[in-house]
């Protein structure tokens, strides 16, 4: 890449490249200006001009699709198109699509990708194919290009492309709209009760926190897949579990158990999402729950406290101890780049008497390193007549945070008094954090 400064004599030198597409997007770190996206057929790098144009590898493309679709998947190349800026339905923000030739021995695994960038640095990827179409009709074996559709009445995005013959072949899809959503969900009309959702092995882990008949904190637990966009739990259903005394493992307690459906397509329109504006929720999703003899359905939506963005040490994800204490997790949420970052956090644990409780908080971070002020709240259960929300300090959290990417890892400090009937205290140091859902990486 060269330079000419508006007086200087000649071109300069300023950084070595082999791109093949570029693109000018906000500097993901949050400092407030633009960098440039050089992609080739090994990945993309950034460049940030504010910094002697100094590289970071943003993605690697064998070591991406290796983890995705296996050892054998290879990028061939980017699309001659480059990239195109899109307007995303399901965030709203303005995402970056990169058409690209990917080589697989698997039939099924080969076709025509491409990738969609968030303004925060992460990558999803997708097959451009018509799933709903006869066998018949062409689909692209290989993507050429893509862009913004330019009529209202079609939106979406258009991809051009060549069959297995090398005859063009113009398809228009969408970026998906009803989807899970890693994070903290909430009911704005309900507020104190909540659902941490996060995938983690082969599915999806959902743990609601809310409150019993008598108005306690106490939360259950959901472990199933996402089967035509609605969450499903396995035969274990809504789980509520409790530690004997005594006893160091909780067990799952049958009779005080329930059932959870979460459906994301269409929530808009259903009735439980009807008679409160959320016009500025970023997604929604109605979450039907059976619970002690009662049905209930509630509009729920990711949480928002902090500005857009992700840091570069992301703490997103439910986190333990491991199998040797069981008697506590913790469900992390950052938000915000780097140097404008909060985190909510949500302890689970249990009272002296066994019973499951809850308590939230959040805080800045800096670097990793958090230091949260803990509530636990009272309040009426879902389904239950509307009694007042109610808070009282129940201790503190502190962590140490470092690592990238799916490396992430650290340490605790937790002292945490439950201030209900029962009492029953939490308190450990330093206590080594393993992540129990999936990193968020690419």
């Known amino acids: 890449m060269l330079r000419r400064d508006a007086h200087a004599p000649a071109w300069r030198r300023i950084a070595s490249t082999t791109a093949e597409a570029l693109a000018?997007?906000?500097?993901?770190?949050?400092?407030?200006?633009?960098?440039?996206?050089?992609?080739?057929?090994?990945?993309?790098?950034?460049?940030?001009?504010?910094?002697?144009?100094?590289?970071?590898?943003?993605?690697?493309?064998?070591?991406?699709?290796?983890?995705?679709?296996?050892?054998d998947a290879r990028v061939r190349g980017v699309g001659a198109g480059g990239f195109a800026a899109l307007a995303h339905p399901y965030t709203h923000d303005v995402v970056h699509a990169l058409a690209l030739e990917l080589e697989h021995p698997d039939r099924m695994l080969r076709g025509a990708y491409y990738l969609v960038r968030q303004l925060d640095g992460s990558y999803g990827y997708s097959l451009v194919r018509d799933f709903l179409a006869p066998r018949e009709r062409a689909s692209p074996s290989r993507l050429v290009a893509l862009a913004p559709s330019p009529f209202d009445d079609a939106p979406g995005v258009w991809f051009l492309g060549a069959d297995a013959t090398e005859h063009p072949v113009l398809m228009r899809g969408t970026l998906s709209r009803g989807s899970a959503r890693e994070g903290i969900w909430w009911d704005r009309s309900a507020p104190g009760h909540g659902l941490a959702l996060h995938p983690a092995g082969d599915g999806w882990l959902a743990m609601l926190y809310s409150y019993d008949a008598g108005g306690e904190p106490v939360w259950y637990l959901a472990v199933g897949e996402l089967v035509d966009d609605r969450f499903v739990p396995d035969s274990n259903g809504l789980s509520r579990y409790r530690i004997v005394p005594g006893e160091d493992a909780p067990t799952r307690n049958a009779e005080r158990s329930g059932t959870i459906e979460i459906r994301f397509a269409d929530a808009r329109a259903a009735a439980a999402c009807a008679g409160t504006s959320r016009d500025d929720a970023v997604a929604l999703a109605v979450l039907a729950l059976e619970l002690d003899g009662l049905r209930v359905e509630s509009c729920i939506e990711p949480i928002v406290y902090g500005p857009r963005g992700l840091p570069a040490i992301d703490t997103s994800g439910v986190w333990h101890a491991g199998s040797s204490d069981r008697r506590y997790g913790i469900a992390l949420l950052p938000q915000g780049y780097d140097g404008r970052t909060r985190e909510a956090a949500l302890v689970y644990y249990y009272d002296a008497a066994g019973e499951p409780r809850w308590a939230l908080g959040s805080g800045e971070v800096d670097s990793g390193a958090a230091a949260i002020e803990l509530s636990s709240h009272t309040a009426a259960c879902l389904g239950c007549e509307p009694s007042p929300l109610a808070s009282t300090r129940a201790g503190t959290l502190s962590m140490r945070m470092q690592g990238f990417c799916g490396r992430v890892g650290g340490s605790a400090t937790i002292a945490l008094e439950y201030p209900g009937p029962a009492g029953g205290m939490l308190a450990r140091r330093n206590a080594r954090l393993e992540r129990l859902s999936h990193a968020r990486c690419y």
């Open 24 to 71: 000018a997007v906000p500097d993901p770190a949050g400092a407030g200006h633009d960098v440039l996206l050089a992609a080739s057929r090994s990945g993309v790098e950034r460049y940030d001009p504010r910094a002697a144009h100094a590289r970071t590898r943003e993605l690697d493309f064998d070591e991406a699709f290796t983890q995705a679709l296996g050892p």
